[in-house]
């Protein structure tokens, strides 16, 4: 009986944590039992004589340890077997004693990195040098600890929902990952609470849904929510680990508000004279809502008589612009009682009732006949216009009325003191504002013009009035480099590396702020040492294509680099950012006059002819 047939080999596992060990021994006398079955079976191969058990190492213990032993039934002490193991780890992870068969290791494991190893056992006669049993494979499993935090996906968290929604409207959900073993224990198990945002919202445990938890949330109170959420491993027991992020809630408008007129009575005053379509001023039914929902019209019902004056709506103010409609004479008529009403142009019956979208309020106009100066029926003006209005544009209309009963004509200007530049113009009988110079809102962005009004009389009686107006931006500037990149590429620099981290400005201020992309000049041919990667953070990474730059074949290269804007309509600048070639010190330092500049015969021609143009200048001159 040969000895491959003869010897079994056991592995004993060391009592470890969490799992019984001991030494399994094929006794000789099963030994000679199977033999003997063997040789009834002498055409069949000779069973194995290996029984393995699963060896568990807990991860990340650095204490060098006995994990396992190799044993053969026949190895009676005289050390004349010897162990020997191979495969992934062998050596250097784990080693094992050749006398005695003891695994022991020598490294802490990570079974984020690998979560197991497949090792070969190998049992040899020293004497003969022949195996005394065929080489088996065994695996050892690296057991997990909780070792990793949760960490939330797809932040940041944004949403919105519709003010006044039911409890239980879900809001987003929020979804956590953990790198330790989901199948071992509760180490990978998560559950979900909040930290912040109760008592408005609540988040179910298990699957991180995010759900409204308070009853007719109102806009017009607040507007926006910071729900703070965390996430827990292990189930939440003590000793796991947390993590927590934010999740930005909105409440969208809803029509739940009518129109308020905040006073039971307006009254204006309007001198005799006063043309039709006059205005004579404005007033308010203030609405909570935004947008669609806070639109609304006016109507007149003039008590004592019909038609004097009409109300139109200002589609941007959602103010009532009260014009005379019908001339006036004060000896026949000094007071008008109008009553005013605002109404919803979108009615929803789900809040409120229809009558709750409309209000009333009343206005009183006296028509004056008093010597006094021009009186301007809205203080102070604040308009707004674009930075591309052409010369020519009318910005708007200042209204100043003579009271008086001598019905006196009324003269506007601009107080020069106030626009220096002569920015705008004012028509002197209207008081329409025009723009009179090119404007530009990156050197001024607003103008705060003293608007004067004065009669056509004797008395020369006059008014002033603060005139604001603001500049709004148009995309007119190009994006550009934000700064005077200076790159340089390594002459050992492999294909793939980062030459120079790029970035641009631009003058404007869009509302959403800028965006900016970045991309090389289209061409039928690829650019063969480097190219852009646009970082979608308004950066761009400058890469090589290629391995092997020398400053022997070249001294430096030409990138065109094309940056865009994101605004309407899209703007975009070419600039070329020129590459040295530079023998680099180990740092990956390029020192100051590590790169020569080598002039071709063209430029030192040109330079000859400066040489040469400023000399003649100097004789010139002398």
Same mark, same amino acid.
């Given at each position: 009986? &040969?000895?491959?047939?003869?010897?079994?080999?056991?592995?004993?596992?060391?009592?470890?944590?969490?799992?019984?060990?001991?030494?399994?021994? !094929?006794?000789?006398?099963?030994?000679?039992?199977?033999?003997?079955?063997?040789?009834?079976?002498?055409?069949?191969?000779?069973?194995?004589?290996?029984?393995?058990? *699963?060896?568990?190492?807990?991860?990340?213990?650095?204490?060098?340890?006995?994990?396992?032993?190799?044993?053969?039934?026949?190895?009676?002490?005289?050390?004349?077997?010897?162990?020997?193991?191979?495969?992934?780890?062998?050596?250097?992870?784990?080693?094992?004693?050749?006398?005695?068969?003891?695994?022991?290791?020598?490294?802490?494991?990570?079974?984020?990195?690998?979560?197991?190893?497949?090792?070969?056992?190998?049992?040899?006669?020293?004497?003969?040098? *022949?195996?005394?049993?065929?080489?088996?494979?065994?695996?050892?499993?690296?057991?997990?600890?909780?070792?990793?935090?949760?960490?939330? !996906?797809?932040?940041?968290?944004?949403?919105?929902?519709?003010?006044?929604?039911?409890?239980?409207?879900?809001?987003?959900?929020?979804? $956590?990952?953990?790198?330790?073993? %989901?199948?071992?224990?509760?180490?990978?198990?998560?559950?979900?609470?909040?930290?912040?945002?109760?008592?408005?919202?609540?988040?179910?445990?298990?699957?991180?849904?995010? =759900?409204? /938890?308070?009853?007719?949330?109102?806009?017009?109170?607040?507007?926006?929510?910071?729900?703070?959420?965390?996430?827990?491993?292990?189930?939440?027991?003590?000793?796991?680990?947390?993590?927590?992020?934010?999740?930005?809630?909105?409440?969208?408008? =809803?029509?739940?508000?009518? %129109? +308020?007129?905040?006073?039971?009575?307006?009254?204006?005053?309007?001198?005799? /004279?006063?043309?039709?379509?006059?205005?004579?001023?404005?007033?308010?039914?203030?609405?909570?809502?935004?947008?669609?929902?806070?639109?609304?019209?006016?109507?007149?019902? &003039?008590?004592?008589?019909?038609?004097?004056?009409?109300?139109?709506?200002?589609?941007?103010?959602?103010?009532? !612009? =009260?014009?005379?409609?019908?001339?006036?004479?004060?000896?026949? #008529?000094?007071?008008?009682?109008?009553?005013?009403?605002?109404?919803?142009?979108?009615?929803?019956?789900?809040?409120?009732?229809?009558?709750?979208?409309?209000?009333?309020?009343?206005? #009183?106009? +006296?028509?004056?006949?008093?010597?006094?100066?021009?009186?301007?029926?809205?203080?102070?003006?604040?308009?707004?216009?674009?930075?591309? $209005?052409?010369?020519?544009?009318?910005?708007?209309?200042?209204? $100043? #009325?003579?009271?008086?009963?001598?019905?006196?004509?009324?003269?506007?200007?601009?107080?020069?003191?106030?626009?220096?530049?002569?920015?705008? #113009?004012?028509?002197?009988?209207?008081?329409?504002?025009?723009?009179?110079?090119?404007?530009?809102?990156? +050197?001024? $962005?607003?103008?705060?013009?003293?608007?004067?009004?004065?009669?056509?009389?004797?008395?020369?009686?006059?008014?002033?009035?603060?005139?604001?107006?603001?500049?709004?931006?148009?995309?007119?500037?190009?994006?550009?480099?934000?700064? &005077?990149?200076?790159?340089?590429?390594?002459?050992?620099?492999?294909?793939?590396?980062?030459?120079?981290?790029?970035?641009?400005?631009?003058?404007?201020?869009?509302?959403?702020?800028?965006?900016?992309?970045?991309?090389?000049?289209?061409?039928?041919?690829?650019?063969?040492?480097?190219?852009?990667?646009?970082?979608?953070?308004?950066?761009?990474?400058?890469?090589?294509?290629?391995?092997?730059?020398?400053?022997? &074949?070249?001294?430096?290269?030409?990138?065109?680099?094309?940056?865009?804007?994101?605004?309407?309509?899209?703007?975009?600048?070419?600039? +070329?950012?020129?590459?040295?070639?530079?023998?680099?010190?180990?740092?990956?330092?390029?020192?100051?006059?590590?790169?020569?500049?080598?002039?071709? =015969? /063209?430029?030192?021609?040109?330079?000859?002819?400066?040489?040469?143009? !400023?000399?003649?200048?100097?004789?010139?001159?002398?």
């Amino acid at each position: 009986m &040969d000895n491959c047939s003869a010897l079994h080999v056991l592995l004993m596992i060391s009592i470890m944590p969490g799992w019984l060990g001991g030494d399994f021994i !094929i006794s000789k006398k099963q030994h000679e039992i199977r033999s003997s079955e063997i040789s009834h079976r002498s055409h069949l191969r000779v069973r194995r004589g290996w029984i393995w058990s *699963q060896i568990f190492v807990e991860e990340e213990d650095p204490t060098p340890r006995k994990i396992g032993q190799l044993k053969s039934d026949y190895d009676t002490g005289d050390f004349t077997i010897k162990y020997i193991l191979s495969g992934e780890g062998a050596s250097e992870i784990f080693k094992i004693d050749e006398y005695t068969g003891d695994i022991y290791l020598s490294q802490r494991l990570d079974r984020e990195l690998k979560p197991f190893y497949i090792l070969q056992a190998q049992a040899i006669n020293r004497s003969s040098k *022949q195996p005394v049993e065929p080489e088996s494979e065994f695996i050892i499993k690296v057991q997990d600890i909780n070792d990793n935090a949760p960490e939330f !996906i797809n932040e940041p968290y944004v949403s919105s929902i519709p003010e006044m929604c039911p409890t239980g409207t879900t809001v987003i959900q929020v979804t $956590a990952t953990d790198a330790d073993d %989901p199948m071992f224990g509760n180490n990978a198990k998560l559950i979900y609470s909040i930290l912040e945002g109760e008592p408005y919202f609540s988040v179910e445990p298990k699957t991180g849904i995010i =759900v409204t /938890s308070w009853p007719n949330m109102d806009r017009e109170a607040r507007e926006t929510y910071l729900v703070v959420v965390q996430v827990k491993d292990m189930l939440g027991l003590t000793g796991g680990y947390s993590a927590t992020t934010t999740v930005t809630i909105s409440l969208m408008d =809803v029509n739940d508000n009518g %129109p +308020t007129f905040q006073h039971n009575l307006y009254t204006f005053a309007i001198s005799e /004279s006063a043309p039709v379509g006059t205005t004579l001023g404005r007033i308010m039914a203030d609405d909570g809502d935004v947008g669609l929902n806070a639109k609304m019209n006016y109507s007149l019902e &003039d008590l004592e008589e019909s038609s004097t004056f009409t109300i139109q709506t200002d589609p941007d103010t959602q103010e009532g !612009i =009260v014009i005379l409609a019908q001339p006036l004479d004060y000896e026949t #008529k000094r007071r008008f009682v109008i009553a005013v009403e605002a109404i919803n142009e979108n009615i929803d019956t789900r809040f409120m009732s229809a009558y709750e979208f409309r209000d009333r309020t009343t206005i #009183k106009i +006296t028509v004056t006949n008093v010597d006094e100066p021009p009186i301007f029926y809205e203080t102070p003006y604040n308009w707004k216009v674009l930075e591309s $209005a052409q010369i020519g544009t009318q910005v708007g209309t200042v209204y $100043a #009325k003579d009271t008086d009963t001598t019905n006196n004509a009324i003269r506007y200007s601009i107080l020069k003191s106030s626009d220096t530049r002569q920015m705008f #113009k004012i028509d002197p009988s209207n008081g329409t504002v025009y723009v009179a110079n090119l404007l530009d809102r990156e +050197t001024a $962005a607003w103008y705060n013009l003293t608007i004067d009004a004065k009669e056509n009389s004797d008395e020369q009686l006059s008014s002033s009035v603060s005139l604001d107006i603001t500049l709004l931006d148009i995309n007119d500037n190009v994006p550009t480099l934000s700064q &005077d990149y200076q790159p340089y590429v390594c002459e050992d620099t492999q294909a793939g590396e980062l030459i120079e981290l790029i970035s641009a400005t631009d003058a404007d201020d869009p509302v959403d702020g800028h965006h900016f992309y970045f991309s090389m000049i289209p061409d039928k041919h690829i650019n063969p040492n480097f190219t852009i990667r646009d970082n979608q953070d308004n950066t761009a990474s400058i890469l090589a294509r290629r391995s092997t730059f020398t400053h022997h &074949d070249r001294t430096h290269y030409h990138l065109p680099v094309v940056i865009r804007d994101s605004g309407s309509p899209i703007l975009s600048s070419t600039t +070329t950012l020129t590459i040295r070639v530079c023998a680099c010190q180990p740092t990956g330092h390029c020192p100051s006059g590590g790169v020569e500049v080598s002039l071709d =015969v /063209s430029m030192q021609i040109l330079l000859g002819l400066s040489v040469c143009l !400023i000399i003649l200048a100097a004789e010139l001159l002398f």
